[in-house]
């Protein structure tokens, strides 16, 4: 008797081990495909069932799972213990700006272990946000961390850092994660890399952003050990198409030998303004052999959409492209980052990859419907694109850099990048010896595995 529990507590520990290990590839435990590999064109969507969709292998060589290093980093992580000083837990800050009306409290009802919890509530929203985070902490550079909390709310709501530095205040708050609303207790868990020479007293902000509520509980931060790829990757992508991505992005990659990977939005290109690119333009890119990647029919927020509107934005993308272009998509980049589970799930149908507006590199554990991004915007300097390329080859990740317009520096166009500073990065990409390839090339390399 003793030896068959023994043998049951063996099988089930094995079991726990692999389901794990499934999940790895999904860090949102509410997306329910565990498989990467893309189902067949749904039949009921006319407009692209005409399409032979290939499905790609599963993934096979992936590392297994973080191995963690040391302790939680967060003080008082469930919010158990009571500041001294007053009616509020320990090590816990709240912030709010902007036009908002929002309630932070101290959450009892039900909460997910102990007795306490964090919560918000936005009453009242016209723009700003609101968040609860911890007192910031001095990480390690050069080092990979994962945060991991459970959350219930009822919208969406995203994750960003607070960069703590008295010298040099913080401008920019990248996206590093998002989640969907969920009614009840749910794991949201993400991995990030601190660079060597960014500052690293940091916190991971919650972010809500719109009317609605958010309550978390059982917040973690723990150093991780790398998990480098067998070899750094840069990927040049660029989005929208803007007409300078073509007349001057496209013949610097040319002259280099490099091949970009370019998202294209049907509406934009068929009805260009005084800044986007024509179908003469992207023929251009077809005929060169770059990766022509879809970026949605009409460029709106995907996540905000009913399931039938996210199927049409993707298939009649894909209609356009195929016909117009004589291309079939391999992937889709978000039109504003914009994502969601459905988004996410809706994107499996039809595409091998997506690639999404989420800041960081992409590691061997990256989840190819979620490859994150740096992008390069008029703040960006020609010193960050060089350290970007630097922390991919010394980390052996995939940078994956995002660009849209090229041209003369312009303090007004947010997305306008300096050419001179384009061609200095590929210049440099080219000077390291390391390897430059599209998005879909990259997943075949490091993946082991075609979709052609
Ligand atoms: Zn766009």
Same mark, same amino acid.
């Given at each position: 008797?003793?030896?068959?529990?023994?043998?049951?507590?063996?099988?089930?520990?094995?079991?726990?081990?692999?389901?794990?290990?499934?999940?790895?590839?999904?860090?949102?435990?509410?997306?329910?495909?565990?498989?990467?590999?893309?189902?067949?064109?749904?039949?009921?969507?006319?407009?692209?069932?005409?399409?032979?969709?290939?499905?790609?292998?599963?993934?096979?060589?992936?590392?297994? !799972?973080?191995?963690?290093?040391?302790?939680?980093?967060?003080?008082?992580?469930?919010?158990?213990?009571?500041?001294?000083?007053?009616?509020?837990?320990?090590?816990?800050?709240?912030?709010?700006?902007?036009?908002?009306?929002?309630?932070?409290?101290?959450?009892?009802?039900?909460?997910?272990?102990?007795?306490?919890?964090?919560?918000?509530?936005?009453?009242?929203?016209?723009?700003?946000?609101?968040?609860?985070?911890?007192?910031?902490?001095?990480?390690?550079?050069?080092?990979?961390?994962?945060?991991?909390?459970?959350?219930?709310? !009822?919208?969406?709501?995203?994750?960003?850092?607070?960069?703590?530095?008295?010298?040099?205040?913080?401008?920019?708050?990248?996206?590093?994660?998002?989640?969907?609303? &969920?009614?009840?207790?749910?794991?949201?868990?993400?991995?990030?890399?601190?660079?060597?020479?960014?500052?690293?007293?940091?916190?991971?902000?919650?972010?809500?952003?719109?009317?609605?509520?958010?309550? /978390?509980?059982?917040?973690?931060?723990?150093?991780?050990?790398?998990?480098?790829?067998? *070899?750094?990757?840069? &990927?040049?992508?660029?989005?929208?198409?803007?007409?300078?991505?073509?007349?001057?992005?496209?013949?610097?990659?040319?002259?280099?030998?490099?091949?970009?990977?370019?998202?294209?939005?049907?509406?934009?290109?068929?009805?260009?303004?005084?800044?986007?690119?024509?179908?003469?333009?992207? &023929?251009?890119?077809?005929?060169?052999?770059?990766?022509?990647?879809?970026?949605?029919?009409?460029?709106?927020?995907?996540?905000?959409?009913?399931?039938?509107?996210?199927?049409?934005?993707?298939?009649?993308?894909?209609?356009?492209?195929?016909?117009?272009? /004589?291309?079939?998509?391999?992937?889709?980049?978000?039109?504003?980052?914009?994502?969601?589970?459905?988004?996410?799930?809706?994107?499996?149908?039809?595409?091998?990859?997506?690639?999404? /507006?989420?800041?960081? *590199?992409?590691?061997?554990? *990256?989840?190819?419907?979620?490859?994150?991004?740096?992008?390069?915007?008029?703040?960006?300097?020609?010193?960050?694109?060089?350290?970007?390329?630097?922390?991919?080859?010394?980390?052996?990740?995939?940078?994956?850099?995002?660009?849209?317009?090229?041209?003369?520096?312009?303090?007004?166009?947010?997305?306008?990048?300096?050419?001179?500073?384009?061609?200095?990065?590929?210049?440099?990409?080219?000077?390291? !010896?390391?390897?430059?390839?599209?998005?879909?090339?990259?997943?075949?390399?490091?993946?082991?595995?075609?979709?052609?």
């Amino acid at each position: 008797m003793k030896k068959n529990n023994s043998y049951i507590i063996i099988l089930l520990s094995i079991l726990s081990i692999l389901s794990y290990a499934c999940s790895l590839n999904t860090p949102n435990p509410s997306l329910t495909n565990t498989n990467n590999t893309p189902s067949s064109v749904p039949t009921s969507t006319s407009s692209a069932s005409s399409f032979t969709f290939i499905p790609i292998p599963t993934v096979s060589n992936s590392p297994v !799972n973080d191995i963690e290093i040391g302790e939680n980093l967060i003080d008082n992580p469930g919010a158990e213990i009571q500041d001294t000083k007053k009616d509020a837990p320990a090590n816990w800050i709240q912030n709010s700006f902007g036009n908002i009306e929002s309630v932070f409290s101290w959450g009892t009802q039900d909460p997910f272990s102990g007795k306490k919890y964090l919560s918000i509530s936005v009453n009242k929203h016209t723009d700003g946000d609101a968040k609860w985070y911890f007192a910031p902490k001095t990480l390690k550079v050069n080092s990979w961390y994962k945060y991991s909390e459970v959350y219930r709310s !009822n919208v969406k709501t995203r994750f960003t850092y607070l960069i703590d530095n008295p010298n040099k205040p913080q401008t920019n708050f990248p996206e590093v994660w998002k989640v969907d609303p &969920s009614d009840s207790w749910n794991e949201a868990s993400f991995r990030f890399y601190i660079m060597s020479k960014e500052t690293s007293h940091r916190s991971i902000m919650h972010i809500i952003d719109r009317q609605g509520w958010l309550d /978390t509980d059982e917040h973690k931060l723990i150093e991780i050990k790398p998990h480098p790829l067998p *070899f750094p990757v840069v &990927s040049i992508t660029f989005d929208d198409i803007k007409k300078t991505a073509v007349s001057i992005g496209l013949p610097e990659l040319e002259k280099r030998g490099i091949k970009g990977t370019f998202f294209i939005t049907k509406n934009l290109v068929l009805n260009p303004d005084n800044s986007n690119a024509d179908m003469v333009a992207v &023929s251009k890119l077809v005929k060169q052999k770059h990766e022509i990647g879809s970026h949605s029919a009409t460029h709106s927020y995907l996540a905000e959409m009913t399931p039938d509107k996210i199927n049409d934005e993707m298939s009649e993308s894909i209609k356009f492209l195929k016909e117009d272009l /004589t291309i079939y998509p391999k992937g889709i980049a978000y039109p504003f980052g914009d994502f969601s589970d459905i988004v996410g799930q809706k994107a499996k149908t039809y595409f091998y990859y997506a690639r999404t /507006t989420l800041d960081g *590199f992409n590691d061997a554990l *990256f989840d190819q419907y979620k490859l994150k991004i740096k992008s390069v915007n008029n703040k960006t300097t020609s010193e960050q694109l060089i350290e970007w390329v630097d922390e991919a080859k010394q980390t052996s990740t995939w940078l994956i850099l995002l660009f849209h317009d090229l041209g003369d520096p312009n303090p007004v166009n947010e997305y306008m990048v300096p050419t001179a500073y384009f061609t200095t990065l590929l210049d440099y990409i080219q000077k390291q !010896n390391i390897a430059v390839m599209t998005v879909s090339e990259a997943i075949e390399k490091l993946r082991g595995i075609s979709i052609n």
